[in-house]
């Protein structure tokens, strides 16, 4: 009698644990899905590493003004030209002087960003064999003058100083829409007028950083004192190392139209 009771009682409890499986299956699944809370109803989230990182896009910039190594903004991405868009004379007989000067450029659709803009763009790759690093939008009127000043200046003191040529210039910012620190006046960056020259690569495979040299580097300071004073003759501002903490790193030049002809050279 008390054998025939106990294997009763083992039937009762192993069909309880069958009635319990399901509802255990369905809370841990449950908890399988979300890390919110059940109880406080906090909503799932994706704690995933792919899924919920921040996207690091290759492009992205982080720029502030007067700071080509400090940049803040997203790439734009160019556009070519229409094959209907008409430029007026002048723009056609700039063209015509970047041709002469051996530049290598492509004609960009019209840029617009509020105060900032570039009517008829041009993205310089190269001067003659000099390659740009990376290639500059600028005006046509911009790139033809600081194609001339490379040609006519830079190369014929690299020879001299250095006896090399110039394989690479590297800029640091071309068009930008910002404005001068401190001022809140539009640069001429934002404008296409301006170009920044970070380091020079001389053909010897010299690489001349623009940054101050040292008390002993006499040529090198040679060369970069002769790239400022003749850069005077051709932009309408050059700025440079020993101007500013903004400009420690890299020349500025842009052709900004002021009033009787005023220079900016420091």
Known sequence: MAGIFRAALIAVRQTRRARMIPGSLAIAAISACTTGSVLSLEPAVDVGSQTSAVPNYAGMQRLVPSNPYMTAAYPRMDEPMAPTEQMP???????KELKRLGV?????APIRE???GIDYPVKVSAIGSIGMKPAATLTCDMAATFAGWTRNELVPSARWRYFSGVKTIRQGSSYSCRRIAGE????????????????????????IDVRKPGLFAFRTRGFL????ADGCEYFTTVLGPGYNYDHRNHFHFDIKNRKNGYRACR
């Open 89 to 95: 004379a002048s723009e056609v007989d700039c063209r």
């Open 104 to 108: 290598v450029y492509t004609d960009l």
């Open 114 to 116: 509020g105060q900032c």
């Open 184 to 207: 809140g006046v539009l640069s001429e960056h934002g404008k296409g007028n301006a170009l920044d020259v970070m380091s020079i690569e001389l053909g010897n495979g010299k690489d």
């Open 225 to 228: 004192n002769t790239v400022r």
